[in-house]
């Protein structure tokens, strides 16, 4: 089960932290993920890292802007949102699953998900 919070209404250029608890099952073996969906577009990937090692991957919208980390004591990942941008406004999810790392921004190989969190950014 992963449970999703941290967004909120803030101004462009400012900065929110996102947080997913994941519990109820060994994390060792997976791949934390980050997706967002803005209104009336698709789900899209914005940054993963593997529980095992660390390893991170983002999109290039977003590199250099945002930062995942993870919290293995708590079963915690974090997505530090800096310079935020009107055009980063999105529900943000995050997912969790055993997926090789070429597809790890892949919706689709994700089976478990957060319910959402929403951050909005006001020009």
């Known amino acids: 089960q992963l449970q999703a919070f941290g967004g909120g209404l803030v101004q462009a250029g400012g900065s929110l932290r996102l947080s997913c608890l994941a519990s109820?099952?060994?994390?060792?073996?997976?791949?934390m993920t980050w997706f967002r969906q803005a209104p009336g577009k698709e789900r899209e990937f914005t940054v993963s890292?593997?529980?095992?090692?660390?390893?991170?991957q983002y999109a290039d919208s977003v590199k250099g802007r945002f930062t995942i980390s993870k919290d293995t004591a708590k079963s915690t990942v974090y997505l530090q949102t800096d310079s935020l941008k009107p055009e980063d406004t999105a529900t943000y999810y995050c997912a969790a699953g055993r997926t090789i790392w070429s597809t790890a921004g892949d919706s689709q190989y994700y089976p478990y998900w957060g319910q959402g969190t929403q951050v909005t950014v006001s020009s």
């Open positions: 890292i593997r529980w095992s090692g660390g390893t991170t």
């Open positions: 109820g099952s060994t994390l060792s073996s997976y791949t």
